[in-house]
């Protein structure tokens, strides 16, 4: 019973040190340009400041689940570091989408944070649906 506990009291301090996408998020495509959208981006530590972020969305042959992500990166955009306990709400951005080989892919959205050298994924959303290109 107690190691239930502190398997539990873990995940719920991880949880909350972290960046992270909330709400609902998605993209429209219109001819080669790309708008991705979302709800919040928030840095919800305890202190500090986050890494430069940056919001990219890939096209990948299977549905992405985590770890090392292997596709086309269809577009991509930097935000500034945000400090603990703040936030980007309503956050849309429109640019040029490098379309992947013709095919069907999954989209996935990510959040990258600068970390030690490089960008780091922090979070993602798949999409339900694939696209074709």
């Known amino acids: 019973m107690k190691k239930i506990l ?3 009291l873990i995940f719920s301090f991880s949880s909350l040190n ?3 996408f909330d709400g609902s998020w998605g993209y429209r495509i219109s001819d080669h340009y790309i708008t991705l959208y ?3 981006i928030e ?6 400041r986050t890494g430069t972020l940056k919001v990219a969305i890939y096209a990948t042959n299977s549905r992405y689940n985590g770890g090392s992500l292997n596709g086309y990166l269809l577009y991509e ?4 570091p945000l400090d603990a306990g703040y936030y980007y709400s309503d956050v849309s951005q429109r640019g ?3 379309y992947p080989p013709r095919g069907t892919y999954f989209l996935t959205i990510v959040l990258l944070e600068y970390i030690t050298y490089d ?3 922090v979070d993602y ?5 694939t696209q074709s290109f």
């Open 77 to 80: 955009y930097k935000l500034d």
């Open 96 to 98: 040029w989408c490098t």
């Open 6 to 8: 502190l398997i539990s």
């Open 119 to 121: 960008y780091e994924i």
């Open 38 to 40: 979302g709800n919040k």
């Open 43 to 48: 840095n919800q530590n305890n202190g500090g």
């Open 18 to 20: 972290s960046q992270n």
């Open 125 to 129: 959303v798949t999409m339900d649906q």
